[in-house]
């Protein structure tokens, strides 16, 4: 009975997440200061996914993240979406002291729309999540956007994996 309950254990693990290399080059909490510095610039936005029905899911009250784009977090994001716009099966690697820090929040209201105001010109990932559940399991997935901004301009982007 022990073979084959190890068998299944590895089985299972072999199909289950995989996760994102951790990147090669270190976290520079300087290079990423310029998302805390107050800039004129805007960032509205939508999240949402179609499900293979036509139901449409928004990223309602999930959390947004504004990441500023530097040598660490372009090569992980490049880890986990590996060219895609979103990432539903790859596990982030942990985060480095400070990389939490070194982001802005907000949360999507229950038409996944989301606003930054007072950014700083430059380059961001944007970074949400839209899930459902079918029975007990979790679809949907993490989405990311690329965006630059500059000289106090509004930009407003749809995030839906494609």
Partial sequence: MRPALALLVTLIAATG????PEPKTAFNADEAAFVHA????????????RRNDGVVVYAAGSDVHLIPKTAYSTERMDGIYRGAKIN??????PMPDGYLAA???TRADGEGRFAFA???DGSYYIVTTVEWLVGYTPQGGNLM???????????DIIMTGR
């Fill in 38 to 49: 107050e800039g004129r610039n805007t960032i509205t936005g939508q999240a949402f996914l």
């Fill in 118 to 120: 007072g950014v700083a």
């Fill in 145 to 155: 956007e690329e965006v630059s901004v500059k000289g106090g301009e509004t930009r």
């Fill in 88 to 93: 539903t099966y790859i596990q982030s690697p």
């Fill in 17 to 20: 997440c995989v996760t994102a």
């Fill in 103 to 105: 982001m802005r929040d």
